[in-house]
């Protein structure tokens, strides 16, 4: 079949109409990325569906998923450990801290930095705890219920482990399928053990989002599709931005959400280092990683520091609605994200405007067409917010 | 009456100041015409920038005597998952092989699927994720498929050991799949073909007393008969494969510099390793052509051009059409020096351009979408 009209694509043309075309492409990008996106991926499989199979152990759950401000505030109280959240989730073991770099190792109670859990969360599920089935075909048409994957992955952490007949857990499973919160806890308990089960990234620090780089990979599996060196993934890789898409292995996927979030209401942007993939490769699993300096997945030539990461405070009133933010296609250009750690050889900090939020923006030029872009952004986002919430 | 002199003697002035400027601007350089590409067709994979996207169109742009790029023929697409990854190779100019994934969760979660006047066919499952076919010039088609091995215990993740799967390479014969080659490690990767052999570059564990390393060679496979033959172990941290004559070139990583780069040439028939360029900080990527290597260059990125592809790099030109960023070559029009690349900038979205040694190039991308290169035709046909 042929398309009609032909749609043209002009030559490449001098930096001035380059740059003008770059601002009206800004503009509309930006218009498009605030528009929200549907999340139409919602596999909800029960024990008999699987069974032969994988052989789920565990029905799905009805429930109503929660709003982005009411998981933030899951977030928050989950990022705490057990003294956060006390009987709404599993018990959980101490964590290791320090390798030695200069920190001696140490047991310290299980915290998280938020953007790993939140980029993960993300990664897993799209944040969907409870959502109407679109497969398998058994399934459609049933009312809203807990996520389940084809391997029994459920709910907003896709947690597997413990979910299959035959296997026995140290947990509620019931509430693993029907509680967000439990849920989330579940994960987060099972990425603690990874970090356990995975050797030091920097000095070991569960403070640094960086240093949970190999338990992230961990998290999704320790297998060769995620080393940075496999040749699948796409050569010289910037940051993995999720509506550019391409291959890239799981744990640069997160950290990749981490920078591009869906919306401002989610977290704000932070631009997390990579480890050096030269220190990648020659062992199976991640051997023992320098601190993380680097400014993309594939090289160093540029640098980031690292970072830490708390919750925000959940305001009382907060409305938010899905598509409020705006995630433009550029990222932020520093380590101006949330924790920053800077070192004396970094840029100063761009002005945010006082919020020290550090959140997204354009700020890939300067002048009349970032102005210009800025302006129509603000605009465009303004409308935006009229849109009904989803 | 003072005010309107006062008025007259300041235009006055600024139009002889200006007359001055245009003057000291010296006369108008003679425009240069821009150099055009020749024509050729490519076809692609394009998604939408958007993470939920659900379908790739398989789609044909044609690049015309002007040297525009223009939508051609949509010829079919596959469906994704949301954050699916589809590769692709060309049957021919209005068909095409497409590695998609089914489900993002597992590693050998994708199929393989015929994409051809609109109709969308699905061939084999149990795909490698992000794999993409690897089709000779005698028109056979092979696929990389597997299944997941037990994952490692604490014990053995902490010593070094990656979860070990069954790794075969598969020959597609209609709607049937012939295993080849298999093997049990950490990658099987289809690096190329030389005339009835395959190039596979294998990765697998070695263990030593009480810890795991890895190991990856360059291996040839008989197509017929499915017997091997290791021509080298090189680093693990080989990409971008291409053949060119009966030699292998590819990146890697140096053997014990963690922050060195090469570019490197592997003889097949006699397993002698030449390093062709070299790099710091980052891997370039590379693509042998009959005319000559492509290869990302150094700093700010660009590409450079060689006449030689042989053992060194010289008679070099360098460009960047898009600016500053990693230009990596996929793939080059047969016979025209022509190399389609994917840029990536520093900040925003990937873009496929088609540039060649003169300096003309094309941007092939829209604003919208991401392009994912399945192969190039030429004006007299060779679909790659």
Not at chain 1, 213 to 227: D, F, K, M, P, V
Not at chain 2, 255 to 281: I, K, P
Not at chain 2, 352 to 378: K, N, Y
Request: hydrophobic residues 35%; aromatic residues 6%.
């Amino acid at each position: 079949m042929r398309l009609a009209p032909p749609e043209r694509r002009e030559r490449l043309a001098p930096p001035e109409r380059r740059e003008r075309l770059a601002t009206t492409a800004a503009l509309v990008l930006g218009a498009w990325a605030i528009s929200g996106a549907a999340h139409a991926y919602c596999p909800s499989y029960t024990p008999a569906q699987t069974a032969g199979g994988k052989n789920c152990d565990v029905e799905p759950a009805l429930g109503k998923n929660p709003a982005v401000a009411d998981w933030s505030a899951i977030f928050l109280k989950v990022s705490g450990g057990k003294a956060s959240w006390g009987t709404e989730g599993p018990d959980i073991g101490t964590m290791g801290k320090g390798c030695g770099k200069p920190t001696p190792t140490t047991q310290v109670p299980a915290r998280f930095p938020c953007h790993v859990l939140e980029a993960i969360a993300m990664q897993e599920s799209g944040w969907r705890q409870f959502c109407v089935p679109d497969a398998p075909a058994a399934s459609v048409g049933a009312k809203e219920r807990t996520i389940v994957s084809f391997d029994c992955g459920y709910g907003i952490g896709q947690v597997t482990s413990g979910m299959r007949k035959g296997e026995t857990a140290t947990f509620d499973r019931a509430r693993v399928a029907s509680d967000p919160t439990y849920n989330l806890a579940t994960g987060t308990r099972i990425l603690r053990d990874k970090w356990a089960a995975t050797r030091c990234v920097g000095d070991n620090d569960p403070g640094l989002v960086e240093d949970w780089y190999t338990a992230i990979w961990a998290y999704n599996g320790l297998a060769y599709s995620n080393n940075p060196n496999n040749p699948n993934l796409k050569a010289g890789r910037g940051p993995y931005n999720p509506k550019n898409g391409g291959a890239y292995a799981y744990q640069e996927r997160v950290l990749g959400w981490m920078e591009f979030p869906p919306t401002a209401a989610h977290w704000p942007a932070l631009a997390p280092a990579y480890p050096d993939r030269g220190e990648i490769g020659s062992a199976g699993s991640p051997p023992a990683l320098s601190e993380p300096s680097c400014a993309s997945p594939t090289s160093c030539a540029q640098k980031r520091t690292t970072h830490t990461s708390e919750c925000r405070a959940v305001a009382s009133d907060a409305g938010v609605e899905e598509d409020a933010g705006n995630v433009g296609p550029f990222s932020p250009d520093d380590d101006s994200g949330p924790g920053t750690r800077r070192t004396d050889d970094d840029p100063p900090p761009a002005d945010d405007g006082g919020c020290g939020c550090g959140t997204s923006g354009s700020r890939a030029g300067t002048g009349f067409g970032v102005a210009l872009g800025a302006v129509g952004v603000l605009l465009l986002r303004r409308i935006g917010r009229r849109r009904k919430p989803r | 009456m003072r005010t309107h002199r006062k008025f007259l003697l300041g235009l006055g002035t600024a139009l002889a100041l200006g007359a001055v400027a245009l003057l000291l601007r010296g006369p108008r350089a003679e425009a240069t015409p821009l150099p055009k590409l020749r024509p050729f067709a490519a076809v692609v994979l394009a998604t939408p920038h958007d993470a939920e996207a659900s379908r790739a169109e398989v789609r044909r742009i044609q690049v015309n005597a002007e040297g525009t790029a223009q939508k051609d023929a949509l010829l079919g697409d596959v469906a994704l998952p949301p954050g699916g990854v589809a590769r692709g190779v060309l049957e021919k100019d209005d068909a095409a092989w497409v590695v998609a994934d089914d489900d993002v969760r597992s590693d050998f979660g994708a199929a393989l699927y015929r994409v051809k006047g609109g109709t969308t066919t699905k061939v084999a499952s149990g795909v490698l994720h992000a794999s993409r076919p690897l089709r000779t010039d005698s028109g056979a088609l092979y696929i990389e498929r597997g299944t997941p091995g037990t994952a490692p215990d604490a014990e053995e993740a902490r010593a070094g050991l990656l979860r070990e799967d069954t790794l075969t390479v598969d020959r597609v014969e209609g709607t049937s799949l012939r295993t080849v080659y298999r093997t049990h490690g950490y990658a099987t990767h289809l690096a190329g073909a030389l005339p009835g052999q395959l190039v596979v570059y294998r990765v697998e564990p070695t263990r030593t007393a009480g810890s795991y390393g890895s190991v990856a060679s360059v291996v040839l496979v008989d197509e017929a008969s499915g017997s091997s033959r290791t021509v080298a172990e090189v680093p693990p941290f080989a990409r971008d494969f291409s053949v060119q004559g009966s030699a292998l070139f590819f990146d890697d990583r140096d053997a014990v510099d963690s922050g060195r780069w090469h570019v490197m040439r592997l003889d097949l028939g006699t397993g002698t390793l030449d390093v062709v360029t070299s790099r710091a900080l980052a891997a370039p990527a590379v693509l042998a052509t009959a005319e000559g290597i492509a290869v990302t260059a150094e700093g700010t990125g660009g590409l450079v051009f060689s006449s030689s592809a042989t053992t060194r790099v010289h008679d070099t030109r360098t460009f960047a059409p898009l600016g500053a960023g990693f230009y990596a070559p996929l793939d080059a029009v047969p016979g025209q020096g022509t190399v389609v690349a994917n840029f990536t900038p520093p900040r925003g979205y990937d873009v496929l351009v088609a540039m060649d040694p003169q300096g003309a190039a094309v941007r092939l991308s829209g604003a919208d979408e991401r392009l994912e290169l399945l192969g190039v035709v030429g004006t007299n046909g060779g679909a790659r």
